[in-house]
Nanobody
Framework: QVQLVESGGGLVQAGESLRLSCVAS????????MGWFRQAPGKEREFVAA????????NYADSVKGRFTISRDNAKNTVDLKMNSLKPEDTAVYYC????????????????????WGQGTQVTVSS
């Protein structure tokens, strides 16, 4: 059974930074793409960023491009999301997710491609 545990959420002011971390266990972490999604109250879960199994291919949502950076450490089974210049509209519960398919060529951005999910961590940005 794959387990994903997120950490690093919190309350910050607009313009500040946060780093989210996700630790994975239960299968060979380095074979799978990892993604970050978020869900704000009353809204659907949306794609934020994803990184392929090797770390060489990365996708970002347009809304976070240039502000957020996703990275992974396959030796530590972790995937991080560094969030800079945070805005109130970034307020949401952030979820770490693991791809269902090993060594996918194209980095997936649809939640349907991800089989395992963490419990989520709250990020609140005040104006």
């Amino acid at each position: 059974q794959v387990q994903l545990v997120e950490s690093g959420g919190g309350l910050v002011q607009a313009g500040e930074s946060l780093r989210l971390s996700c630790v994975a266990s239960g299968r060979t972490f380095s074979n799978y793409a990892m993604g970050w999604f978020r869900q704000a109250p009353g809204k659907e879960r949306e794609f934020v960023a994803a990184i392929n199994w090797s770390g060489r291919s990365i996708n970002y949502a347009d809304s976070v491009k240039g502000r957020f950076t996703i990275s992974r450490d396959n030796a530590k089974n972790t995937v991080d999301l560094k969030m800079n210049s945070l805005k109130p509209e970034d307020t949401a519960v952030y979820y770490c997710a693991a791809d269902a398919m090993p060594r996918r060529i194209v980095v997936p951005y649809s939640p349907e491609n991800y089989r395992y999910w963490g419990q989520g961590t709250q990020v609140t940005v005040s104006s």
